[in-house]
């Protein structure tokens, strides 16, 4: 799976402190064989130290349970190895790590943190006016500061929900501007068309002006929004979903991402935007020509990059 030396300690480490058996310990241990190569479905290589050297496993289980984690989400837990943000939005005040901004409109709401049972949530309010304009009707937050570069590893992961998916327009990942500056959405849908707004992001993008109200895939690279894709799967109104956005290479100038609805891959490579580009996290709601608001809730956000 790949997984580095301080990510395989640290999951030991979290399976010894859990109180995990010995069965699902001896599991993760490398295995003792022969060295040669062994006869399975896939090519394994055995090193000269009689441990499995190179193993590709498909769906790797633990006890009869599928791991849902990647290596390269595995490999996170190597704290010296990233940087990272994640919020669960606990407690009653918004972290500093963000900055959220509204129309307006008086029936929005900025960013509202709200304690339910075990769990904190951050809802966005876009207000109700008939001209669907985001700088009156909108509600959105950033990173305070353009801090996360457009390289390979750069991640966003949002769980969110939507009360309606009638008339309004979501923007989940990473922009070139911060709400405080400007309130706007990094890209908005008219008919087959991607418009882009920003300069450079990448995001999830649901839009209800679309020719097919689903999420789109959109890279804007310099303006120029061309590899942006329908992904064939649509939001459902009050029903949490998890969206993530991560940069998986760059080529020439462009940093290219892929994207993620519910762990599916629905992205391409091809979605872009310029290497190097200072970006921010964005979520960003807004209601459209419509007479009712609309509630965007954020059960947490999770930020990461490799460090430098």
Not at 228 to 240: D, K, M, N, Q, R
Not at 274 to 289: F, G, K, R
């Amino acid at each position: 799976m790949g997984l580095s030396e301080a990510a395989v300690r640290a999951l030991n480490s979290a399976l010894s402190n859990s109180g995990a058996t010995e069965e699902i310990r001896s599991n993760l241990e490398l295995l003792e064989v022969t060295a040669g190569t062994a006869t399975a479905s896939k090519p394994v290589v055995l090193d000269a130290n009689s441990k499995i050297d190179t193993l590709d496993i498909t769906a790797p289980k633990i006890n009869g349970v599928s791991m849902t984690a990647g290596a390269e989400e595995l490999n996170s837990l190597d704290r010296s190895a990233i940087v990272s943000h994640f919020d669960d939005f606990l407690g009653d005040t918004l972290d500093d790590f963000w900055i959220a901004a509204k129309g307006s409109n008086g029936n929005g709401a900025v960013a509202v943190l709200t304690t339910i049972a075990a769990e904190g949530v951050v809802t966005l309010v876009a207000g109700d006016d008939a001209g669907g304009v985001i700088t009156v009707n909108g509600s959105g937050m950033t990173g305070e500061t353009l801090q996360w570069k457009a390289l390979v590893g750069l991640t966003m992961e949002v769980r969110l929900k939507v009360d309606a998916i009638t008339k309004v327009d979501i923007a989940v990942g990473f922009t070139d501007v911060a709400v405080d500056t400007t309130l706007e959405l990094p890209a908005t849908i008219s008919g087959p068309t991607v418009v882009a707004i920003a300069t450079n992001a990448a995001c999830l993008v649901f839009d209800t002006d679309a020719l097919t109200d689903q999420w789109y895939a959109v890279g804007v690279d310099g303006g120029d929004t061309a590899g942006s894709l329908v992904t064939g799967i649509a939001p459902v109104a009050t029903v949490y979903t998890t969206l993530r956005v991560e940069c998986v290479s760059v080529t020439g100038t462009d940093a290219k991402f892929d994207m993620y609805i519910d762990g599916v891959d629905v992205g391409t490579v091809n979605v872009r935007c310029a290497q190097n580009t200072l970006l921010t996290p964005v979520v960003v709601v807004n209601s459209e020509d419509d007479t009712a608001t609309h509630t965007l809730t954020v059960d947490y956000a999770h930020v990461w990059q490799n460090r430098p």
